[in-house]
């Protein structure tokens, strides 16, 4: 860490959009992976009935991935400072979508846990499992 008063007097080195995207770059393979799995997913999902609805989530997720890997490898090699922020939110939208995901999953997990619960213990008071 460099002390901020030595270099008084000279000019600031602000760091480049190629060294602030570097670390985003260097993982833009594995971004692109994980995109084409998530459409790959999706498209598996769009077989069924039910997955129609819900297909559309993983695809965009994919496109999502997709897209933020091209803008970080554009910005990178060019310097180009919207492809820097074009990447970045891209991947805030990735990263809200997952949250949100998150959240639904737990809200269903405690219904189903409370409805199962509520179930077992109403058979038990009723006198256990019908035969």
């Given at each position: 860490?460099t002390d901020?008063?030595?270099?008084?007097?000279?000019?600031?080195?602000?760091?480049?959009?190629?060294?602030?995207?570097?670390?985003?770059?260097?993982?833009?393979?594995?971004?692109?992976?994980?995109?084409?799995?998530?459409?790959?997913?999706g498209a598996?999902?769009?077989?069924?009935?039910?997955?129609?609805?819900?297909?559309?989530?993983?695809?965009?997720?994919?496109?999502?991935?997709?897209?933020?890997?091209?803008?970080?490898?554009?910005?990178?090699?060019?310097?180009?400072?919207?492809?820097?922020?074009e990447a970045?939110?891209?991947?805030?939208?990735?990263?809200?979508?997952?949250?949100?995901?998150?959240?639904?999953?737990?809200?269903?997990?405690?219904?189903?846990?409370?409805?199962?619960?509520?179930?077992?213990?109403?058979?038990?008071?009723?006198?256990?499992?019908?035969?």
């Amino acid at each position: 860490m460099t002390d901020s008063y030595s270099s008084l007097g000279q000019a600031a080195a602000l760091p480049s959009v190629k060294d602030l995207s570097q670390p985003l770059a260097s993982g833009k393979g594995w971004m692109k992976f994980v995109g084409i799995m998530f459409i790959i997913q999706g498209a598996i999902t769009a077989l069924t009935l039910v997955g129609i609805i819900v297909a559309w989530l993983p695809i965009w997720i994919g496109v999502l991935l997709m897209q933020s890997a091209s803008a970080i490898e554009r910005a990178q090699l060019s310097g180009d400072a919207e492809g820097l922020k074009e990447a970045l939110a891209r991947l805030r939208t990735y990263f809200v979508i997952q949250g949100v995901l998150y959240i639904v999953g737990i809200v269903i997990t405690v219904l189903y846990i409370s409805f199962f619960g509520a179930m077992f213990a109403t058979m038990l008071r009723n006198g256990g499992f019908p035969h």
